[in-house]
């Protein structure tokens, strides 16, 4: 009997907890606690933000989503094509989400108005990403991103796994973002902690805040969140960022994350308020104990604020730290080495350099002031900006060629540093006034006094600096069309792209395993056809007008993440290739004034009726890949801030489907054979933060006649045209 009891109580137990795992349904709406039947749930969003495939509305709810999949946008191919949300939680209180994996999705999970969430242990790897339009060979100026804004969630065309606004005491926890775009971005979220987190080999930003405060963020690995580099070519960042923090953001703490390989380090800047009243900034905040190496922009940036950066390692940047307009703020006991500034700072004043190790910096400290500055800013119209009152106190400086680099800068004290194996020790300019040399020992005493900071403790910390050392140096970016490469599958990666001459050099690299070249053209004379990870082999080019390279390569050996995160089990055959392609035209391409009188935007003439105007300057150029900062120079050394471009070119293409990628600003059309194929005349539709591109589709064959027209209205300015072969 006691036998029978027992079995009947277990089988209801058993079929109780069955049922209480729910199926995901789109449309799905949840206001009490839940757990998921794990499965791979293939559902798609609509394509707004208010309509997700889960909406979660109410207070103390915690949903285990039990490993479960959410896939979407299930019939698109390429990540810029993701939409929709997967999970929107609204004006709630006390909600968990734990244990779930989205992919597919423009935004994996979007909360506002919710105090005290946590999201803990989640997967939200494979969302929205831009396809990046920069070559190894050429930047372009259309992936460049801007963050500066986001009153009106600017930010979401960017996409992103976490993306919270207005969400108090937030807690992410254990949680992995890659193979996207953005991490965890934040607004008016404070009092969060973010910790133990993955956000690495992403193509925009690893965390982001704006208006957000006293968060603190610890223990995370942020690495290769990067864009725009390529290797000795060029290093722009575009950016990108292994943690971004903007617009009155204060009183953060990070400490002991890796932030290595990101566009900037640490990238924060006060704000659009700030720069318009000079009120205010990202201030106080404490960066502690981390690694910003590695950066091809600046390891760490910090702009129009007060902070304090300590203990932190930053190795082989452009700028160890670019602090513009930084005031009152400390840089105590960092360690940099191998960049090419390691401090740099223009307009500050009453900041603190001590305790530091330089090592093998092409300099060490410069400081500066600028004679004008910008008329647009309101920032010098309310606050002092003078560079002056720098303490440089107790630093170690070895095999640096130029130690201190000063101009318009004034009253420094400078004592008791050691140089060791340096060149060049001051380099100052006549406007350099006040440099104290003499030790004080008033000074002295109150630096070397410890500076204490509150530390939460985080019970079992993660090491974000584990295996660091396998990926050291900024060479190991290599960004593809889909944003960094992240060493989880084989790619074949020229690392020569812009030597002109004959012999191109290629490196294979991935996981452990033997490949063997499929077939190519446009090359010969490979130097190997077979062989094991890692290896390098070399080319010859086939002389041609036309550059048109392929080689696919056969991969077999150790299993396979694909950049779009599908798994190839170990053994299984993968292909992979590289491809460069170029079309040279010859262009003539003309410059005109633009007559203000005129309007060629209602009117639709480049010039007024009747007028024949003539160019103040002209080139021939095989491509079209211009961009100009602040107008273009005529023929005549006068400077022109607006201006028209007039391009034409005729060429034989042999019969092929090819995509046309057009990146412009202001306003641009073209014309082929005398037919509109492509019109963005309407400059009103894009605020120009970024500059747009568009690819279109022509099918084309034997002769062809282009005209491209193209206007200028001020500021900043491209034009860009790129053929290939559609699909590929």
Request: with cysteine; charged share 25%.
């Amino acid at each position: 009997m006691k036998k029978s009891l027992i079995s009947i109580i277990l089988l209801f137990v058993f079929f109780h907890y069955s049922e209480a795992q729910h199926k995901i349904r789109s449309g799905m709406v949840v206001n009490y606690s839940i757990k998921i039947k794990k499965s791979v749930y293939r559902i798609d969003a609509k394509s707004d933000w208010d309509h997700p495939v889960i909406l979660v509305e109410g207070n103390d709810i915690t949903i285990d989503f039990n490993n479960a999949t959410l896939a979407g946008s299930n019939s698109m191919k390429n990540a810029d094509e993701f939409f929709g949300v997967a999970i929107l939680i609204r004006n709630s209180r006390n909600i968990t989400i734990k244990n779930l994996k989205a992919k597919g999705y423009k935004v994996a999970l979007l909360a506002r108005n919710v105090e005290n969430i946590t999201i803990q242990n989640c997967d939200f790897s494979y969302n929205y990403r831009q396809h990046l339009n920069s070559t190894q060979e050429k930047e372009d100026i259309s992936d460049w991103q801007s963050y500066h804004h986001n009153e009106k969630d600017e930010w979401l065309r960017y996409g992103a796994a976490i993306y919270l606004r207005q969400c108090d005491n937030a807690v992410i926890a254990e949680c992995k973002v890659t193979g996207g775009q953005n991490g965890l971005m934040m607004t008016e979220c404070n009092d969060g902690m973010i910790y133990n987190n993955d956000f690495s080999f992403n193509s925009g930003i690893g965390i982001g805040m704006y208006h957000s405060s006293r968060n603190k963020v610890m223990y995370n690995r942020l690495i290769f969140n990067v864009r725009g580099y390529s290797d000795g070519v060029y290093n722009r960042g575009q950016d990108s960022a292994g943690i971004l923090v903007y617009e009155q953001s204060n009183n953060n703490l990070f400490y002991k994350n890796n932030v290595t390989h990101g566009g900037d380090g640490f990238f924060l800047w006060a704000g659009q308020t700030t720069m318009d009243t000079g009120k205010g900034g990202c201030n106080d905040n404490v960066i502690i104990s981390n690694d910003f190496s590695y950066a091809p922009t600046n390891g760490v940036e910090l702009t129009f604020s007060r902070n304090s950066i300590i203990d932190n390692r930053i190795y082989e940047c452009d700028h160890g730290i670019w602090g513009g307009y930084s005031y009152e703020s400390v840089i105590n006991s960092n360690k940099f080495r191998d960049n090419r500034i390691a401090i740099a700072i223009e307009h500050g004043q009453q900041n603190e350099i001590t305790y530091n190790i330089f090592y093998r910096d092409k300099e060490a400290v410069r400081l500066w002031g600028n004679k004008e500055e910008p008329s647009d800013w309101g920032y010098p119209k309310f606050r002092d900006t003078r560079s002056r009152d720098y303490t440089i106190v107790s630093n170690s400086i070895n095999k640096v060629p130029l130690v201190f680099n000063f101009s318009q800068t004034n009253d420094m004290n400078i004592f008791n540093n050691s140089f060791i194996d340096c060149g060049q020790i001051y380099k100052t300019d006549a406007l350099v006034n006040g440099l104290d040399t003499v030790y004080n020992e008033e000074i002295a005493e109150k630096l070397s006094a410890d500076k204490n900071f509150d530390i939460p403790v985080v019970k079992n910390p993660a090491d974000p600096f584990k295996g660091a050392a396998a990926w050291a140096g900024r060479k190991n970016i290599l960004i593809t069309e889909w944003g960094p490469y992240d060493f989880r599958s084989p790619v074949i990666w020229n690392t020569n792209p812009v030597d002109t001459g004959g012999i191109m050099k290629f490196d294979l690299l991935g996981p452990r395993g033997k490949w063997k070249i499929k077939s190519f053209r446009g090359v010969d004379s490979i130097s190997s056809l077979s062989g094991e990870f890692p290896a390098s082999v070399t080319a010859k080019k086939i002389a041609s007008n036309r550059t048109d390279i392929f080689i696919e390569v056969e991969y077999k050996g150790s299993e396979v993440t694909t950049p779009l995160g599908e798994k190839i089990k170990a053994g299984k055959k993968y292909l992979f290739s590289y491809r460069k392609f170029f079309q040279p035209m010859n262009w003539q391409v003309s410059w005109y004034g633009f007559d203000s009188s005129s309007n060629p935007f209602k009117t639709g003439r480049l010039f007024p009726q009747g007028v024949t105007p003539k160019p103040f300057r002209s080139e021939k150029v095989n491509k079209l890949d211009y961009a100009w900062w602040g107008g273009l120079k005529g023929e005549d050394g006068q400077q022109h801030t607006q201006f028209i471009t007039v391009a034409e070119s005729n060429v034989n293409m042999p019969k092929d489907e090819y995509e046309l990628g057009v990146t412009w600003d202001d306003a641009t059309r073209i014309y082929l054979d005398g037919k509109l194929i492509f019109n963005e005349w309407n400059p009103s539709e894009y605020n120009f933060d970024e500059s747009p591109h568009k690819i279109i589709r022509l099918q084309l064959n034997g002769n062809h006649h282009f005209r491209v027209e193209h206007v200028e209205l001020g500021g900043f300015a491209t034009l860009s045209l790129k053929f290939q072969p559609a699909g590929q």
